[in-house]
Nanobody, 122 residues
């Protein structure tokens, strides 16, 4: 199983980015895929998750209303659309998988992908 995150970059505050998590070796329909972020000196934070079973989504309070998670089963890819970005969103964003969002957000992921750096300038 491989999870490959991409789409990070440098953006000004108020801007947008779309991250992609391409999965191979597992089916999105039977797994949950989540996005985590970690800023320097801070703990890892669960940002968002989508369940492959029922499409249910989860968002951290810090990103609600600004970030949208979605999945494309045909491409086996999960996206994180980020809008109205703030400097405090600056972090390395990684995707991970588990059987459910509950398991994933309890930091018991099965698989973990390399991260992509998002930098938001003020």
């Amino acid at each position: 199983v491989q999870l490959q995150a991409s789409g990070g970059g440098l953006v000004q505050a108020g801007g947008s980015l779309r991250l992609s998590c391409a999965a191979s070796g597992l089916s999105l329909e039977s797994h949950a895929i989540g996005w985590f972020r970690q800023a320097p000196g801070k703990e890892r934070e669960g940002v968002s998750c989508i369940s492959g079973y029922d499409g249910n989504t989860y968002y951290a309070d810090s990103v609600k209303g600004r970030f949208t998670i979605s999945g494309d089963n045909a491409k086996n890819t999960v996206y994180l659309q980020m809008k109205s970005l703030k400097p405090e969103d600056t972090a390395v964003y990684s995707c991970a998988s588990a059987l459910s969002c509950e398991i994933l957000l309890a930091n018991m992921e099965d698989y973990w992908g390399q991260g992509t750096l998002v930098t938001v300038s003020s």
